[in-house]
């Protein structure tokens, strides 16, 4: 990304536990942008900003952190980060979060739209893919500025392992992640490379559906070993990917929860596609030709995120309809 001044540009991240937090860090202390980190717990956001501008003072960053409880100073940002909402505990689904989440992300998503209307829409909060689409409803924008952060997160998951199992840097891998944030998501092990080589001539069969099946289980594997909590480095790192982005108008080729209205023959719902990302938003979705059992994988993963979506259906308004940029 060019160098730029942080004042160039805002980023407010609603929620400040552990994953809006980290997120700060990482965007200020690698001078990105300048931060507004609001949450509704009194001191909290205040604490956490303090914190992080004394290790700025350190390290002689010059990114602006400001920890509010009040919307009003979030007003004027160009991308707004929903995180607030419950984590997950041992023996919680992502699911389980559904009904409470969703009363939270549409609460903050409406209030923080109020005041930066312009605004590009990440979310972090899960489930995903349903909260995405909340977010939205929630925010009165164009689809294609509401996105939610899971496919970066769970293809560098899958390039990690993959890493781990041949030896090889992590570096010269990239793979491809579809489908909804959770068990029912769909790596591509075909659209997957190491500097050029598909994986599949790399890895046998069973090697891959062992990675995949880590791939798809890692948030949970966090939470068990945690005990209390979930990932916040990795989801955080991945987050700041899409903003760099966003904000430095890449245009770069990522996985990410996008409204479909129609790719892959599915509408109105948000899930997990390759998309170009650029200072907009989704620029445009890129439909990839799938084998048959990828497809069907990926109706499957679809219909979990359209059940959810029923069930808070009656908390959310009418629908209103899809736009272009």
Not at 54 to 78: F, H, I, M, P, W
Not at 96 to 111: G, P, R, Y
Not at 129 to 137: E, N, P, Q, Y
Not at 288 to 314: G, N, V
Request: aromatic share 4%.
């Amino acid at each position: 990304m060019a160098a730029r001044s942080c004042r160039e540009s805002k980023v407010s991240i609603l929620g400040a536990g552990n994953v809006g937090s980290a997120l700060a860090q990482r965007l200020i202390q690698g001078n990105v942008v300048d931060v507004v980190l609001l949450d509704i717990v009194e001191g909290r956001p205040q604490g956490i900003a303090l914190d992080l501008l004394e290790a700025c003072g350190v390290e002689g960053q010059a990114c602006r952190l400001t920890g509010t409880n009040d919307y009003a100073r979030t007003a004027g940002s160009d991308v707004l980060v929903v995180a607030a909402g419950f984590a997950r505990q041992p023996g919680m689904s992502r699911d389980d979060l559904l009904l409470t989440n969703t009363h939270i992300v549409f609460e903050v998503t409406q209030k923080a739209v109020a005041h930066s209307p312009e605004a590009t829409v990440v979310v972090i909060t899960n489930p995903l893919d349903a909260m995405s689409h909340v977010a939205w409803r929630a925010s009165g924008l164009v689809p294609e500025r509401v996105m939610g952060m899971a496919g970066v997160l769970d293809a560098a998951r899958f390039e990690t392992f993959i890493a781990w199992e041949l030896g090889f840097s992590v570096r010269d891998i990239r793979a491809m992640v579809l489908g909804g944030h959770g068990d029912l998501m769909v790596p591509l092990p075909r659209y997957t490379t190491i500097s050029g080589v598909p994986l599949t001539q790399l890895l046998s069969a069973a090697r891959i559906d062992a990675l995949i099946e880590r791939t798809r289980t890692g948030g949970a594997e966090i939470v068990h070993l945690l005990k209390r909590g979930g990932a916040c480095y990795a989801p955080a790192a991945a987050a700041a990917r899409m903003i760099e982005t966003l904000l430095g108008d890449e245009r770069r080729l990522l996985p990410v929860a996008a409204y479909l209205g129609g790719e892959y023959g599915l509408r109105d719902i948000h899930m997990g596609v390759p998309v170009i990302l650029g200072r907009h938003g989704v620029e445009r979705v890129v439909e990839l030709t799938l084998e048959t059992e990828e497809k069907a994988a990926l109706y499957r993963s679809a219909h979990t995120i359209r059940a959810s979506l029923d069930q808070i259906a009656h908390l959310m308004p009418a629908n209103q309809p899809p736009s272009t940029v």
